[in-house]
């Protein structure tokens, strides 16, 4: 069974950057494809980023060119580097890999 922990996040000012990470424990997150997505306050869960087992990445609009995904394939854990913050991008952010989802991470942009 997959364990996702997240850490990371926190309030930060627009223009800033911010790290999320995902540590998985019964999966390798090079084996299977990670994804980040996030939950604006009163908005449905949204994608934001992911991860090949090949290593492809892809990222919705919004977060294009600011934000990246990564993994640390000795470490099994997956990263979200969000560079440029904006107000918008305040949400909880959730990873996910194999049919498991972390317990979330607040990020709070301020303006």
């Known amino acids: 069974q997959v364990h996702l922990v997240q850490s990371g996040g926190g309030l930060v000012q627009a223009g800033d950057s911010l790290t999320v990470s995902c540590a998985a424990s019964?999966?390798?997150?090079?084996?299977?494809?990670m994804g980040w997505f996030r939950q604006p306050p009163r908005q449905d869960r949204k994608f934001v980023a992911g991860i090949t087992s090949s290593s492809t990445t892809y990222y919705s609009d919004p977060v294009k060119g600011r934000f990246t995904i990564s993994r640390d394939i000795a470490k099994n854990i997956v990263y979200l580097q969000m560079n440029s913050l904006k107000p918008e991008d305040t949400a909880v952010y959730y990873c996910?890999?194999?049919?498991?989802w972390g317990q979330g991470t607040q990020v709070t942009v301020s303006s």
């Open positions: 996910r890999g194999a049919a498991a």
């Open positions: 019964g999966s390798n997150v090079s084996s299977v494809g």
